[in-house]
């Protein structure tokens, strides 16, 4: 089975590794699709319950809007099945609608051959056809999901200031995080980032339990798995972990703290994170000297004139080359304090926003 994984700009290398930790296939990148092929749907199964760096995962079924692959479209549509094309990163709206036009056409075509008609539903479609444009390649493939799923439903209790869950689990990961660490999220915010790093360590399903529970998901209607044993898919049971291996995290806003909570109930991690309200000069106070193997804070603007406090702390608390992962807002630029060395600094971008992050080593 030959699978294309979309990522935002910018994920692209850590989910090659992901994918190669997760199922250990070889990959090809061609800008923010990543082509692999997979060898049976146990292993897509487990692939897609943890592939946390993921905008979108399509069944692929060619490079090219005009022509593709031999596919068996009728795996995954019936005549009961209601379908939309969708195209993107295409500039124009005439010409994304020409092509999404062209392809349901060419799909119709093909489902014909086996006297298939499938209904064209443009607002809530049970399976969803991707058109991405990319690199002068048109990557098509059927949505598993229907919708991206990077946004994450645990967030239910958002953060004005958070990202949605791919950023976050970047982030986590750019901190050198690797599970059995400790690591510290500091102004945890709605919790994203300090859930996404439970989820990594704990190898926790990071879907909607409902829509798992429901049946919501588009691979829940796809006449080639009706048939198939789905009933461990979604499972978010999990063995108890000594506390060494929870994730800890804190704010200074004790609503911060509650949504945090709320949000780690829904996505199944709460036994797994250590949430507390305190302030930024108490931090050595509620945590031993070179207690942490990483410390990740996001730094809002009314955070920058903490920048010294968090230097101090973040000296105290770290072991020795133990990691700091600060991130701000684009164009912000602060001194790296004499207590670290800086290893990598760079920004990323999201629609209209920016976010520079330093990773520090402490010396």
Same mark, same amino acid.
């Given at each position: 089975?030959?699978?294309?994984?979309?990522?935002?700009?910018?994920? &692209?290398?850590?989910?090659?590794?992901?994918?190669?930790?997760?199922?250990?296939?070889?990959?090809?990148?061609?800008?923010?699709?990543?082509?692999?092929?997979?060898?049976?749907?146990?292993?897509?199964?487990?692939?897609?319950?943890?592939?946390? +760096?993921?905008?979108?995962?399509?069944?692929?079924?060619?490079?090219?809007?005009?022509?593709?692959?031999?596919? %068996?479209?009728?795996?995954?549509?019936?005549?009961?099945?209601?379908?939309?094309?969708?195209?993107? /990163?295409?500039?124009?709206? &005439?010409?994304?609608?020409?092509?999404?036009?062209?392809?349901?056409?060419?799909?119709?075509?093909?489902?014909?051959?086996?006297?298939?008609?499938?209904?064209?539903?443009?607002?809530?479609?049970?399976?969803?056809?991707?058109?991405?444009?990319?690199?002068?390649?048109?990557?098509?493939?059927?949505?598993?999901?229907?919708? &991206?799923?990077?946004?994450?439903?645990?967030?239910?209790?958002?953060?004005?200031?958070?990202?949605?869950?791919?950023?976050?689990?970047?982030?986590?990961?750019?901190?050198?995080?690797?599970?059995?660490?400790?690591?510290?999220?500091?102004?945890?915010?709605?919790?994203?980032?300090?859930?996404?790093?439970?989820?990594?360590? /704990?190898?926790?399903?990071?879907?909607?339990? %409902?829509?798992?529970?429901?049946?919501?998901?588009?691979?829940?209607?796809?006449?080639?798995?009706?048939?198939?044993?789905?009933?461990?898919?979604?499972?978010?049971?999990?063995?108890?972990?000594?506390?060494? /291996?929870?994730?800890?995290?804190?704010?200074?806003?004790?609503?911060? @703290?509650?949504?945090?909570?709320?949000?780690?109930? @829904?996505?199944?991690?709460?036994?797994?994170?250590?949430?507390?309200?305190?302030?930024?000069?108490?931090?050595?106070?509620?945590?031993?000297?070179?207690?942490?193997?990483?410390?990740?804070?996001?730094?809002?603007?009314?955070?920058?004139?903490?920048?010294?406090?968090?230097?101090?702390?973040? +000296?105290?608390?770290?072991?020795?080359?133990?990691?700091?992962?600060?991130?701000?807002?684009?164009?912000?630029?602060?001194?790296?304090?004499?207590?670290?060395?800086?290893?990598?600094?760079?920004? @990323?971008?999201?629609?209209?926003?920016?976010?520079?992050?330093?990773?520090?080593?402490?010396?």
């Amino acid at each position: 089975m030959r699978i294309f994984v979309i990522v935002n700009p910018g994920l &692209e290398k850590l989910a090659e590794q992901e994918i190669k930790e997760l199922v250990k296939v070889k990959v090809k990148i061609y800008g923010s699709v990543l082509d692999f092929e997979i060898k049976d749907e146990k292993e897509w199964f487990y692939l897609v319950e943890h592939l946390q +760096s993921a905008r979108r995962v399509l069944i692929a079924f060619g490079e090219d809007a005009e022509r593709w692959d031999s596919f %068996d479209f009728q795996d995954y549509l019936s005549s009961d099945s209601t379908f939309k094309v969708e195209v993107e /990163n295409l500039k124009g709206q &005439e010409n994304r609608f020409k092509i999404a036009k062209e392809v349901a056409g060419k799909i119709y075509t093909e489902l014909a051959k086996s006297k298939i008609n499938p209904k064209l539903e443009l607002k809530h479609p049970e399976v969803l056809v991707i058109v991405y444009g990319q690199e002068g390649k048109y990557f098509l493939g059927i949505d598993l999901f229907g919708q &991206e799923v990077n946004s994450r439903a645990y967030r239910v209790f958002p953060h004005s200031a958070s990202f949605k869950g791919d950023l976050a689990y970047f982030f986590v990961r750019k901190s050198g995080f690797k599970p059995g660490e400790k690591l510290l999220v500091g102004l945890v915010k709605d919790g994203t980032m300090a859930i996404e790093a439970a989820l990594f360590a /704990n190898k926790i399903n990071f879907l909607d339990k %409902d829509k798992i529970t429901k049946k919501n998901y588009s691979f829940f209607k796809f006449p080639k798995w009706r048939k198939v044993d789905l009933s461990g898919f979604g499972s978010l049971k999990t063995k108890p972990l000594p506390p060494a /291996n929870k994730i800890y995290a804190f704010d200074t806003n004790m609503q911060s @703290i509650v949504s945090a909570k709320k949000n780690a109930q @829904i996505a199944g991690v709460r036994e797994h994170l250590e949430l507390q309200k305190y302030s930024l000069e108490d931090l050595d106070l509620k945590y031993g000297e070179k207690e942490f193997d990483q410390l990740i804070f996001q730094v809002t603007s009314k955070d920058e004139d903490n920048l010294n406090e968090i230097y101090y702390q973040a +000296s105290y608390v770290l072991k020795p080359k133990g990691t700091l992962l600060l991130i701000g807002r684009g164009g912000w630029q602060l001194t790296v304090s004499e207590k670290f060395k800086l290893l990598e600094e760079a920004e @990323i971008r999201r629609g209209e926003s920016s976010y520079h992050y330093w990773l520090m080593e402490k010396k």
